[in-house]
T-cell receptor
């Protein structure tokens, strides 16, 4: 158990409404990530954070914003949800081994449906 | 930009038979390579990783993978598949400092026949 909690686990919303997904970790890891998973695309990186208030874009960041005001929480916000953002969202934290090899530990996922 | 290709979308294998999943990557520098497994409705679990040294890497659940730089491949193998190995498998390559940004392939779904 890597100590990652995502909330909500399931959400149905309507087009145009704002949505915030929360990722909470108890491991005090510096790096946190948001991925989305869609059939045939594997996992695609949305945004990641390398420290409090330090974030960067991934390959599919359009329409998403993130915030990290404290080490343990990483929020993903869809300012105005669209049907193309229907997906399963995974949060991940980066475990540091003795050689810092970047192994990621994943949460259970948040399934978002935008009608 | 780095990329990962998993040519097989679905593979069906009989229980007890061997399994090989293919992964090809595109990355200019020495890659950090990973294989993850995802059971239905679950998150991803790391099977094994490669960053340097011996090109044959052993992982959990009896899996191994071999890094071949000349072929830009990191194929996953298991000698004898169990029904519990039915899942989706993802190959990933890491870039940046110690591979802190992972790019994933599209995944291979494995079905195990009794």
């Amino acid at each position: 158990d890597a100590g990652i909690t995502q909330s909500p686990r399931h959400k149905v919303t309507e087009t145009g409404t704002p949505v915030t997904l929360r990722c909470h970790q108890t491991e005090n890891h510096r790096y946190m990530y948001w991925y989305r998973q869609d059939p045939g695309h594997g996992l695609r990186l949305i945004h990641y954070s390398y420290g409090v208030k330090d974030t960067d874009k991934g390959e599919v960041s359009d329409g998403y914003s993130v915030s990290r005001s404290k080490t343990e929480d990483f929020l993903l916000t869809l300012e105005s949800a669209t049907s193309s953002q229907t997906s399963v969202y995974f949060c991940a934290i980066r475990g540091l081994t003795g050689r810092g090899t970047g192994e990621l530990f994943f949460g259970e996922g948040s399934r978002l449906t935008v009608l | 930009a780095q990329s990962v290709t998993q040519p097989d979308i679905h593979i069906t294998v009989s229980e007890g038979a061997s399994l090989e999943l293919r992964c090809n990557y595109s990355y200019g520098a020495t890659p950090y390579l990973f294989w993850y497994v995802q059971s239905p409705g679950q998150g991803l679990q790391l099977l094994l990783k490669y960053f340097s040294g011996d090109t044959l890497v052993q992982g959990i659940k009896g899996f191994e993978a071999e890094f071949k730089r000349s072929q830009s491949s990191f194929n996953l193998r298991k000698p004898s598949v169990h029904w519990s190995d039915a899942a989706e498998y993802f190959c990933a390559v890491g870039e940046g400092a110690a591979g802190n940004k992972l790019t994933f392939g599209g995944g291979t779904r494995v079905l195990v026949k009794p």
